[in-house]
């Protein structure tokens, strides 16, 4: 706070100085402006008979002497007054300034939810000033995320760590346990486990898609939707849902890992937020300058308000099934953070019979200076 001040007095004495200089100079330029001319000037008075109109004689002039003591007394005095002047002008325009620092040592202490709110008169200070609490908000509704994501990564990733303490105290203190309870308590450990890893590697893959591309390779979605599939038909047919894909050649540019992740989580949620009976179909094809991707699965009817909840992390289409192990909530989340990363357009749909129709456009080329990325909704 010490150093602030510091700054802020130094940067107002510099511009009082400035401003008194001004003041000093623009005087300085009047009394040589005025002194010089009137140092020249030759003053006339009347002769003897000044009834007469005419005049017969000079007289010796302006007192040159005392016309420079009086400039040099004045330009004494307006020093004073030019620095009162200038520290006035400056304090008048750094006030702004003052109040944005004060806000910030407040805000930097832990109180995100002040704002600067300069209001009026609209300068270059005051907007900067409504930059700033732009910015402000939008820190705020970072920091509210983070603490949200946190909050529940802690809650989801402590859940199979109870249940596995629970399960290994039960086990243990049972003194007729024999070697069948012991292997079942170890493959239930061991599902636990499964479980905990699965939730791990999505969220590690959830901070690596927030993180950006870090290579472009140039890739056919085709191809990764094909392989996606294929690894994924039993798993479909084991619940009943018909796994169906329509892939032509889409090539577009991207990080690989990214993308197959991206296209992994949106069969994933189909596969898993649907019904037996139900179906999954997959499409790629090139349309314009995009390579686009489509995910249309049937399922519970979804509200159309409720699509930009499911893009946050742990947010499941069901509440009821909020401890079912095969979902963490961040499926759409990734498959938002790896469009975002890649710059794409991503289209989610909820269709009136039921489900979710997902469409993911990427850009063909590496020209990606301006972002693309949206949400479109139907009910």
């Given at each position: 706070m010490?150093?602030?001040?510091?700054?802020?007095?130094?940067?107002?004495?510099?511009?009082?100085?400035?401003y008194?200089?001004?003041?000093?100079?623009?005087g300085?330029?009047?009394?040589?402006?005025?002194?010089?001319?009137l140092?020249?000037?030759?003053?006339?008075?009347?002769?003897?008979?000044?009834?007469?109109?005419?005049?017969?004689?000079?007289?010796?002039g302006?007192?040159?002497?005392?016309l420079?003591?009086?400039?040099?007394?004045?330009?004494?005095?307006?020093?004073?007054?030019?620095?009162?002047l200038?520290?006035?002008?400056?304090?008048?325009?750094?006030?702004p300034?003052?109040?944005?620092t004060?806000?910030?040592?407040?805000?930097?202490?832990?109180?995100?939810?002040?704002?600067?709110g300069?209001?009026?008169?609209?300068?270059?200070?005051?907007e900067?000033g409504?930059?700033?609490?732009?910015?402000?908000?939008?820190?705020?509704a970072?920091?509210?995320?983070?603490?949200?994501?946190?909050?529940?990564?802690?809650?989801?990733?402590?859940?199979?760590?109870?249940?596995?303490?629970?399960l290994?105290e039960v086990?243990?203190a049972?003194p007729?346990?024999d070697?069948?309870?012991?292997?079942?308590?170890?493959?239930?450990?061991?599902?636990l486990?499964?479980?905990?890893?699965?939730?791990?590697q999505?969220?590690?893959?959830?901070?690596?898609?927030?993180?950006?591309?870090?290579?472009w390779?140039?890739?056919?979605?085709a191809?990764?939707?094909?392989?996606a599939?294929?690894?994924?038909?039993?798993?479909?047919?084991?619940?009943?849902?018909?796994?169906?894909?329509?892939?032509?050649?889409?090539v577009?540019?991207?990080?690989?890992r990214?993308?197959?992740?991206?296209?992994?989580?949106?069969i994933?949620?189909?596969?898993?937020?649907?019904h037996?009976?139900?179906?999954?179909r997959v499409?790629?094809?090139t349309?314009?300058?995009?390579?686009?991707?489509?995910?249309?699965?049937?399922?519970?009817?979804?509200p159309?308000?409720?699509?930009?909840?499911?893009?946050?992390?742990?947010?499941?289409?069901?509440?009821?099934?909020?401890?079912?192990?095969?979902?963490?909530?961040?499926?759409?989340?990734?498959?938002?953070?790896?469009a975002?990363?890649?710059?794409?357009?991503l289209?989610?749909?909820?269709?009136?019979?039921?489900?979710?129709?997902?469409?993911?456009?990427?850009?063909?080329?590496?020209?990606?200076?301006?972002?693309?990325?949206?949400?479109?909704?139907?009910?």
């Amino acid at each position: 706070m010490i150093s602030g001040r510091l700054v802020r007095r130094s940067l107002r004495t510099r511009l009082a100085l400035a401003y008194a200089a001004g003041v000093y100079a623009a005087g300085v330029f009047v009394v040589v402006l005025i002194d010089i001319p009137l140092a020249g000037v030759q003053a006339t008075v009347p002769g003897d008979e000044p009834a007469s109109g005419v005049i017969t004689g000079t007289g010796t002039g302006i007192d040159l002497p005392r016309l420079l003591l009086g400039s040099a007394v004045a330009l004494i005095l307006l020093i004073p007054v030019a620095l009162a002047l200038g520290w006035y002008v400056a304090g008048r325009f750094l006030r702004p300034l003052s109040a944005i620092t004060a806000t910030a040592t407040m805000i930097s202490a832990g109180d995100l939810h002040r704002r600067l709110g300069l209001g009026e008169p609209t300068d270059e200070l005051t907007e900067l000033g409504r930059t700033l609490d732009d910015l402000l908000a939008r820190l705020e509704a970072a920091f509210d995320a983070q603490r949200h994501f946190v909050a529940n990564a802690s809650h989801e990733l402590r859940t199979p760590l109870a249940g596995l303490r629970t399960l290994l105290e039960v086990t243990l203190a049972d003194p007729g346990a024999d070697a069948e309870t012991l292997r079942a308590a170890c493959r239930e450990a061991l599902a636990l486990g499964e479980h905990q890893e699965r939730l791990v590697q999505a969220l590690l893959a959830l901070a690596t898609s927030e993180r950006g591309v870090t290579r472009w390779d140039t890739l056919d979605l085709a191809h990764v939707a094909g392989q996606a599939l294929a690894s994924r038909r039993d798993q479909a047919a084991r619940a009943g849902i018909d796994l169906a894909g329509d892939l032509t050649p889409a090539v577009t540019a991207g990080d690989p890992r990214l993308i197959e992740s991206l296209v992994a989580n949106l069969i994933d949620n189909a596969v898993r937020h649907n019904h037996a009976d139900g179906h999954v179909r997959v499409t790629t094809r090139t349309s314009g300058a995009h390579a686009t991707l489509t995910v249309t699965n049937s399922g519970p009817v979804i509200p159309g308000d409720q699509i930009q909840r499911l893009l946050q992390p742990f947010q499941r289409s069901a509440p009821e099934r909020h401890g079912h192990r095969d979902g963490y909530g961040l499926g759409l989340a990734i498959v938002d953070a790896v469009a975002r990363a890649h710059q794409a357009v991503l289209t989610i749909d909820a269709r009136p019979e039921g489900g979710l129709s997902i469409t993911v456009r990427f850009t063909q080329g590496r020209d990606l200076a301006a972002p693309l990325f949206s949400v479109t909704m139907y009910q």
